[in-house]
């Protein structure tokens, strides 16, 4: 029985963060074994299904799987707008369902396990590792991976994590709309500071849907969320006719996780606030925290050590990496922007000196030193 197995290593959540750090560990022989609270990895994930181009070819996703390939970004801000075109597909869009599914499914074919409808609520640590307590029973293994998406659980249960507040999370809702064989290729933004002084609203082409949806700081939000996207939809001639086929609501953080690591436990994707906090990016940012989570769980299963000294390759690993380093970038932009006090103004044009003067340094001795 799976129950009574100890494993090397459960994975909290079957989404693109755990199932990538599931596949990494199953591929080297461990025991891994995934708990995902829904029926269907990705039933019901609000999300607008962007992802660059670039991951598509990483990940080799099949064909099938692509809803559009898109080729321009076009901007709509209250001045006037900005068109990008491009002469390759810069993004893809695809539903959340079988994007999720590929990439559980694929898992699962290097040897994880994988429970559904299985909703972890606690997690216990002792002497000999960690259980994980469910409405299915309790699991035992050595290391836990919370890849559960945007929530306190991670940060209530062991200190890792994000912890999410009106200050530093997003509302994003959308609907979306039938358009049988859309003849749009492009992701349109609209910037509405009077409706909405923190976010955007969005349309993102499926083969025969639009993804049409909003996300507000949830500290800024003015109106009803809901309201607005409604007037929006409504004001704009091309949609207001679509028939609305799903609505979706989730929360993004934007807010990146001190703390990535206790002992046993270690933190990945939206769990750990890895979300770009202005265009609240997140898909790439989860798998290369998988990826990276999963080596790592992989060098410390080979030492037999989990404490949190031995587990801080992980977060070592993850800021050598560039896209921590554009984590870092976008979330002082963002910061610039919304705390144009000042003080903080003072505070955050220090923080990018030393950030940039640390870079220098470094750089310097590398090329000083050798190494
Ligand atoms: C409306 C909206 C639109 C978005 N659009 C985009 C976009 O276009 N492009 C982009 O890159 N990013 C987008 N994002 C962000 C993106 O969805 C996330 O960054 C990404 O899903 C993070 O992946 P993850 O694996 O960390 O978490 P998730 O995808 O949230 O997966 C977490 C998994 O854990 C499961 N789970 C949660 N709690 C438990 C529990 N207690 N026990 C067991 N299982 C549990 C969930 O069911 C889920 O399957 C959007 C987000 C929202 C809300």
Redesign the pocket.
């Known amino acids: 029985m799976l129950r009574q197995d100890r494993w090397d290593t459960i994975v909290?959540?079957?989404?693109?963060?755990?199932?990538?750090a599931a596949r990494f560990i199953a591929q080297c022989g461990f025991k891994v074994l995934i708990?995902?609270?829904?029926r269907f990895?990705?039933?019901?994930?609000?999300?607008?299904?962007?992802?660059?181009f670039g991951l598509i070819k990483q990940l080799s996703l099949p064909e099938s799987i692509i809803e559009k390939k898109i080729y321009s970004h076009i901007l709509h801000f209250p001045s006037g707008v900005k068109i990008y075109k491009y002469r390759r597909p810069i993004f893809a869009?695809v539903y959340?369902s079988s994007f999720?599914r590929f990439l559980v499914e694929r898992a699962v074919s290097m040897g994880a396990s994988l429970i559904t409808q299985?909703?972890?609520?606690n997690i216990i640590k002792n002497k000999e590792g960690t259980t994980a307590i469910?409405n299915r029973g309790r699991f035992f293994s050595k290391l836990i991976i919370f890849?559960?998406?945007?929530?306190n659980?991670a940060y209530r249960m062991s200190g890792v994590g994000i912890n999410l507040r009106k200050n530093n999370t997003?509302?994003?809702?959308?609907y979306e709309l039938d358009d049988k064989n859309t003849a749009l290729d492009a992701f349109e933004v609209f910037y509405n500071p009077h409706s909405i002084p923190w976010g955007y609203y969005?349309i993102?082409p499926k083969r025969d849907r639009l993804?049409v949806?909003v996300?507000c700081l949830c500290s800024k939000i003015k109106k009803n969320l809901r309201f607005c996207l409604d007037e929006f939809i409504n004001t704009d001639r091309y949609l207001r006719d679509k028939k609305r086929i799903r609505f979706?609501?989730?929360?993004?953080?934007a807010c990146l996780a001190t703390r990535l690591v206790s002992d046993n436990v270690l933190v990945?994707?939206?769990?750990?606030g890895?979300?770009?906090p202005i265009?609240?990016?997140?898909?790439?940012?989860?798998?290369r925290?998988?990826e990276l989570a999963g080596v790592s769980c992989v060098d410390t299963l080979m030492l037999k050590r989990f404490d949190r000294k031995t587990l801080l390759v992980y977060p070592r690993r993850f800021h050598r990496t560039g896209e921590f380093c554009w984590l870092k970038i976008w979330h002082l932009i963002a910061g610039f922007f919304s705390n144009l006090d000042k003080q903080t103004l003072f505070m955050q044009i220090s923080i990018v000196y030393i950030y940039i003067a640390r870079i220098i340094f470094k750089f310097m001795k590398k090329k000083i030193y050798g190494g």
Not at 35 to 38: A, H, I, K, P, V
Not at 41 to 52: D, N, R
């Open positions: 909290i959540g079957a989404g693109p963060s755990g199932s990538t708990l995902e609270r829904e990895p990705g039933q019901g994930k609000a999300c607008g299904g962007g992802i660059p869009t959340r999720d299985c909703r972890v609520f469910t890849a559960n998406g945007a929530s659980l997003y509302l994003a809702i959308a969005w993102f993804n949806g996300d979706i609501a989730g929360l993004i953080p990945i994707g939206d769990a750990a890895m979300v770009n265009i609240g990016e997140g898909l790439k940012y989860a798998i925290t998988g």
